[in-house]
């Protein structure tokens, strides 16, 4: 699973790096973001959503970005232990529910930037 893993980041299908995003309110209704987990405001000129997430594949033309959360669901699930398979299952059921939360964006429309500093308040 390790070497999936990283041959998919160096590949670029995968980036498990906190962003914020941004894309048009016209095709995106406000109600997609309603979902646990995101932080979304948006843009003083009421034109686009802006939020913060983690793009965790990226394929094609399009996108699934995570809320943050899921970067550190997504890394207890690689720990993984041989000898307590009732641990492994919660901890990937974890990982499945929070999932639930991810968007798909046409990558067209989704812009990107550093999460450096704190735009959300």
């Known amino acids: 699973m390790l070497v999936i893993n990283s041959s998919l980041r160096v590949s670029g299908v995968v980036n498990y790096k906190v962003n914020y995003f941004s894309v048009p309110v016209n095709n995106y209704p406000e ?3 309603f979902s646990k987990g995101w932080e979304v405001k948006k843009s003083k000129d009421s034109k686009f959503y802006i939020f913060k997430g983690a793009d965790f594949l990226s394929l094609g033309n399009v996108s699934l970005i995570c809320p943050s959360e899921m970067i550190d669901l997504y890394r207890s699930s690689m720990k993984t232990t041989f ?3 009732s641990h492994d299952e919660k901890i990937h059921n974890e990982l499945k529910s929070g999932a639930d939360n991810c968007l798909v964006f046409k990558k067209d429309e ?6 450096v500093g ?4």
């Open 31 to 33: 109600e997609r973001f």
């Open 83 to 85: 000898w307590n398979g």
């Open 110 to 115: 989704l812009s990107n930037w550093s999460a």
């Open 118 to 121: 704190r735009i959300m308040e």
